[in-house]
């Protein structure tokens, strides 16, 4: 591990398996648990960095893969790197382009040594290896940088056996191309649904050490049973000086769940994409704007929220705003949507700090319970 | 006219033919010469009502013929009116929707009694005439509503003949109708490039009397020449002590040179439209965004702008937000554009109060001039 003076990881409090650390980064400390809204392509969609700010955000999360192909990483390092190039002074973490290669790209081909595929943008063909996803990411100058890995679908056995001998050769390569003292270099542990590889991955990594550990192949079909099964099993195998990242995942629920099982840190694209769909999280379950029961409804999205969207808009207002296709309506979904999660996470926070998470989780239940009922 | 406490019009200075004043409203002061952002769908495309006080807009213009289709004239006014229903305190003028059934709406059928369409929204069949313009209006709230009018080709001078005479019994009617103390009612000036048509339709409306004259039928088409001797004939023959209002205009060499001829208030989509399309306005002409010379050009929009967007981002960030269709590109582009209209009036309105109008406009073309030569 490349030491840095410029990144370090204090945990503060445990409550049971539940976490509240301080994350210290080139670009400021990160509170966690922590929310990281998704700027895939640079731009959390349809915010701007004041709005984040804001509402409260820390660390954001750029995508490898996309910034590689559309502007390029060589641009964005001639134009300062990733903060400067979009006006994000803040922490960044950008992922390794693993998934999206594999999930995004056409006519992907995977050898030992990378991934050969085609640009879903244009059809050009590229080449990603260990050593590229590295120095991508040293163009692109986020504070937290991933391995390259191979997610595989979570349910083949054999499949990840065969995944995770690259994505842990991968891993080695990775470290030993960081070379950025101002970046910090996470780890992926991978091996699906199955505990002996989980296992297996997360010895390895610990093994050859990281400054975090993020947890891939997870949110992907499995039920939720299985994936907290995997997230109980790393709790207990984990170095618990660094920070766990559980990638692609979720919703205020996924966040409760997830830190009650060791995790730290947490991205998804699902409160910012649904909010383009009309979709909308609260504290007492989803509703959907494009409901008809909202077109006369003064009320705001959610009772008692803060956000500028629940300050100053009824329900009726946006989803007039949806019906029309107004760009004003996504913003403000989103606001309220990544404003409800970033605060969840200071909940979560606070309540560990205070000895307090469970007594947090079982209100927190309690209430999306009798919503529903 | 209702006599009306909460409005008035103050012609504070003239230089030559310009003017700078003051409109009152019920939801505040409005300084002249204005150029009204324009918030067809009761947002303004790309901006939150926080974004629209920030850049200085004072009074902005909302579409009686979009609203009253979609989420409905009714519905609004239960939900308080437009001011609450958008989440606008300024002041808002709404059109009366005459250009948009003729513009806008499919299969239109006008006969002296009002015009019959069908919605572009769902085909639905509807009637306008100008006492229903005038309710919808007045179930929207705005501060300043206008009469329904027909507006015809701008050289055709016997479809203007017949449409002016419509327009002038509409008129008569509206003012009838007119009903609410707290609203404006703006007559509309018509007859399109025709010098007698238009000095006819002045007197008519002058005559009857209103709080504000609205010039209708320019930029459709014709000239800036034809264009411009129109508003210099309507300058000798408007009442001086009320607003003139030039609909549909502009650019900011529109604002400067319909000052020039004695208008006080605009509109129009193209600052905001053009935005979503990749153009920038700025003070030595136009930019397209788009083009692959920005890619790496690490220069705001426009030098030495104090907007959100000129001083946080480069333009190789804005072409790549553009090529990416990002949202938060709509965004920043529309709030430059619209920062420029708006400053550029408030430039027109202290060069006025100074009696030094016409340097302005002189170095305003000079610095034009320069850029493109």
């Known amino acids: 591990m490349i030491p840095s003076a410029a ?30 809204p998704v700027g895939t392509q640079a731009t959390v969609k349809a915010l701007s960095p004041r709005d984040l700010c804001e509402i409260g955000a820390g660390m954001i999360l750029a995508n490898t893969y996309h ?53 879903h943008v244009d059809g050009s063909e590229h080449r990603f290896t260990p050593e590229k996803a590295i120095a991508i990411q040293e163009n692109l100058g986020a504070d937290v940088i991933v391995c390259f890995d191979e997610c595989a679908p979570a349910n083949d056995y054999e499949y990840n056996v065969q995944a995770l001998a690259r994505t842990h050769a991968w891993a080695e390569r990775c470290k030993a191309a ?55 099993l790393l709790d207990g195998l984990l170095p618990p000086a660094q920070p766990r990242y559980l990638m692609g995942v979720g919703t205020p629920q996924d966040l409760v769940e997830g830190v009650a099982r060791g995790v730290d840190m947490f991205d998804c694209v699902l409160p910012t994409r649904m909010a383009r769909n009309g979709g909308v999280l609260t504290r007492t379950g989803r509703l959907n704007i494009r409901n008809a029961r909202f077109a006369d409804d003064p009320a705001p999205l959610e009772p008692g929220c803060t956000c ?37 996470a200071q ?12 007594a947090y989780r079982q209100a927190f239940w309690e209430r999306l319970r009798r919503s529903t009922s």
Request: proline share 3%; glycine share 12%.
């Open 178 to 232: 960081h070379g950025r003292a101002d970046q910090a270099l996470f780890g992926i542990v991978q091996g699906g649904i199955f505990a002996d590889l989980r296992a297996r991955s997360a010895r390895f990594l610990a093994d050859l050490g990281f400054a975090g550990y993020a947890i891939g192949g997870l949110s992907v079909g499995e039920s939720k049973q299985q994936m907290h099964e995997v997230l109980e």
């Open 7 to 36: 990144f370090s990881f204090d945990l503060g409090a445990a409550d049971g398996r539940a976490r509240a650390g301080l994350l210290r980064t080139p670009h400021g400390e990160v509170p966690t648990p922590a929310f990281m």
């Open 308 to 344: 500028y969207a629940c300050a100053n808009f009824s329900r009726a207002y946006l989803r007039h705003l949806n019906q029309a296709n107004e760009i004003l309506g996504h913003h403000l979904l989103t606001l309220h949507n990544l404003h409800l999660m970033l605060t969840v």
């Open 347 to 358: 909940e979560i926070r606070a309540a560990v700090l205070a000895g307090r998470f469970e």
């Open 67 to 119: 910034l590689y192909l559309r502007p390029g990483d060589e641009r964005i390092a001639r134009l300062g790197g990733l903060h400067a190039f979009m006006g994000w002074d803040g922490p960044i973490l950008t992922d390794s382009g693993g998934f999206q290669v594999l999930s995004l790209a056409q006519r992907r081909a995977i050898d030992d040594d990378g991934v050969t595929f085609r640009s």
